[in-house]
């Protein structure tokens, strides 16, 4: 079905930038990368699947039965996304808010190339009929990589908010009011930022979003006119055989001016008891969404509140693990964990609900999930936060930000927290 090709790359980082470069000319892409960061689950430092414009790959999977069937009879490899509003066909939930996007709900895609980096073995996956294609491409990127060019980005996008502060201090209230009745614990508010009639490049915005971050569960997807540029520091879920893994952030405080302030704030973060409080919610939840379909007595927490450090915050993330049946489906794994509990709340569905009333706009990939699945039936997939989303066609470019609200909240300090997770993509279009 697919043939393998290894080489030896002398450059690990020029070939990543290189292999972004070579995939502009196709017009199904998706581009995961790590940036170096040791993850005890993670299989690739980098991976890139693509697929021309021909009729034969125009095919993609566009609902969850038709992915089922796929990982069950194929056994080959989809990319793609999983958008947040697909909770409205696993629940008794809608999204009429606005949607400036128009991104389909899920959009997968079987890949004609796929490429894996790992050290510095690259690894070529190419369908068979395709196998006479690799020493070529291979060829043509290394070119690419050793003739680096940079370009400086010239833009600057006009960029407007939904929710203005008043409004928003009026919404995350009515959060409180809920809280304080009993209605739930915990809910995600989210704001968007956006522009309209607005172009820009696609490739060079990633690059300056990523060079800012340099994040974990980095991805760049491109399909046909539609682009997410995502830089996000978190994990959703990931399936390696009979262990599923979950890492869900709850807890953002800002990076210090020098070493001892940055000391201070990653030590205040780790002690907070509004941020701990968040974060072991929204572990319980996942432990809960993980037992539905684990072995008994094997979800474990094998992590609770660790902080670590990026670019630009601290994060509070915990690691739940479980065992599941080796032959359950993945996507039953997908349906009882999604969305993630990160980015709803608890109770999760009585938090969706009021997420819906008080948002002005539809979430749409954002809060989504882009990843992939192997032949095995194994996943891996982030959680789309930090991310800039481009409507090519009706120029519509947007980016969204939230923040936990619970009981302890304090107003003004979610409302900061929102311009801190916003500013390296503000500042990336802005041109500031």
């Not at 999983?82 to 606005?98: A, G, I, R, T, V």
């Not at 690894?123 to 060019?149: F, G, H, K, V, W």
């Not at 302030?261 to 509004?274: A, F, I, N, R, V």
Request: proline letters at 3%; aromatic letters at 10%; glycine letters at 4%.
């Amino acid at each position: 079905m697919r043939k393998q090709r290894s080489f030896s790359v002398s450059s690990p980082e020029n070939f990543k930038t290189a292999l972004l470069e070579w995939s502009k000319s196709f017009h199904k892409a998706v581009w995961l990368d790590s940036n170096n960061h040791v993850d005890t689950y993670g299989k690739f430092d980098a991976i890139l699947a693509i697929t021309r414009q021909t009729d034969e790959s125009k095919k993609t999977l566009q609902n969850t039965d038709e992915i089922s069937d796929f990982i069950d009879k194929e056994k080959d490899w989809l990319f793609g996304y999983f958008s947040y509003d697909l909770k409205n066909q696993w629940e008794d939930l809608d999204s009429n808010n606005h949607d400036g996007l128009g991104f389909p709900v899920l959009d997968f895609f079987r890949p004609e190339k796929i490429l894996t980096l790992k050290d510095d073995q690259i690894q070529l996956l190419y369908l068979d009929c395709l196998s006479s294609e690799m020493e070529t491409d291979y060829a043509e990127i290394q070119q690419l990589s050793q003739n680096r060019t940079t370009t400086e980005l010239q833009q600057a996008v006009r960029i407007k908010l939904r929710i203005h502060k008043d409004a928003y201090f009026e919404k995350a209230n009515r959060f409180l009011e809920h809280i304080h009745r009993g209605d739930i614990y915990e809910a995600n508010f989210c704001q968007e930022f956006y522009a309209e009639q607005t172009e820009i490049d696609p490739w060079e915005t990633y690059r300056n979003l990523n060079q800012i971050s340099l994040p974990p569960f980095a991805a760049f997807l491109r399909l046909d006119d539609k682009y997410l540029l995502c830089a996000s520091p978190e994990r959703y879920l990931r399936r390696e055989g009979e262990k599923v893994i979950s890492q869900p952030i709850k807890g953002t405080a800002p990076r210090g001016e020098n070493p001892k302030e940055d000391s201070e704030l990653k030590k205040q973060l780790q002690q907070d008891p509004k941020e701990r409080a968040e974060n072991i919610m929204i572990t319980d939840l996942v432990r809960n969404d993980l037992s539905k379909n684990a072995l008994k007595g094997s979800v474990k927490v094998e992590e609770l509140c660790g902080v670590y450090a990026f670019k630009q915050v601290h994060q509070m993330i915990s690691t739940i693990t479980a065992q599941v049946p080796k032959g359950l489906n993945s996507m039953k794994l997908i349906k009882d964990t999604f969305p993630m509990g990160s980015m709803t709340g608890a109770p999760k569905v009585s938090a969706m609900k009021i997420i819906e009333e008080q948002e002005e706009t539809k979430r749409g990939l954002y809060s989504g999930a882009v990843g992939y699945f192997d032949p095995n039936g194994d996943f891996d997939f982030n959680v789309v936060i930090r991310s800039i989303l481009y409507n090519q066609t009706s120029k519509y470019v947007s980016f969204s930000v939230g923040s936990a609200i619970t009981s302890k909240s304090d107003v003004e300090k979610e409302y900061q927290e929102c311009l801190l997770k916003a500013k390296a993509m503000r500042s990336v279009l802005e041109g500031s």
